[in-house]
C-alpha cells in the first residue's frame, strides 16, 4: 500500500497527434445517398408549400373571375337575327340622316351601302354602330354626296 500516487509523478501531456484521420463521420457528404435524398426531398416539400396557396379567397376569386368570363363569352356569341341588326341600322340611319341604299347578306357578313349628304352624319352612325368595319367613303361630284361602304361581322352560336 504504499503505493500511493504523488502530485509530483503526474504528467501532462500537452502533445496533440494531428497526423491520425478521423475515420469515424456520422454523414460522408460526397458518398451519401442518403443525404442527397433526404436534400431533395425537404427542396419538394418546401417548393410545394410555397407554390400551393392556402388561402380560401383565392379560389373564389378564381370562381367568380371564371363566372364573369363565361357571361362575358354568352354576351359576345349570342345569336342575333338579321332582322334586329337590319332594325337597329334603319333606326340610327334615320336619326343621322343616312340614306341607305343596299343591304347585302354573304358568308355570315352584311354588305351595306349607304349615302349622306355630309360625312360626319356618317362618322357619327358608324360611332354607334358596334361590330362595323367601314371599308371606304367616297365622294360623288355630280350627286353632291358621300357614299361608304361597310360591312358587318354576325356572330352565330
Known sequence: MEKILKIENLQINTKVKFTKKNKHQFIKIKKSHFLKFFLIYLFSLCLGFYLFDFSKNVNQNILERIKANTK??????????????????????????????????????????????????????????????????????????????????????
Open 72 to 157: 362575358q363569352i354568352e354576351l359576345n356569341s349570342q345569336f342575333y337575327f338579321i332582322s334586329e341588326e337590319l332594325i337597329n341600322i334603319f333606326l340610327l340611319s334615320n336619326k343621322y340622316f343616312v340614306k341607305v341604299l343596299k343591304v347585302n347578306f354573304v358568308n355570315s357578313k352584311l354588305l351595306l351601302e349607304l349615302e349622306s349628304s355630309k360625312k360626319q352624319d356618317l362618322y357619327t352612325l358608324f360611332k354607334n354602330l358596334e361590330k362595323v368595319k367601314v371599308d371606304d367613303i367616297t365622294y360623288d361630284s355630280q350627286k353632291k354626296v358621300y357614299l361608304a361602304n361597310a360591312t358587318f361581322k354576325i356572330h352565330r352560336k
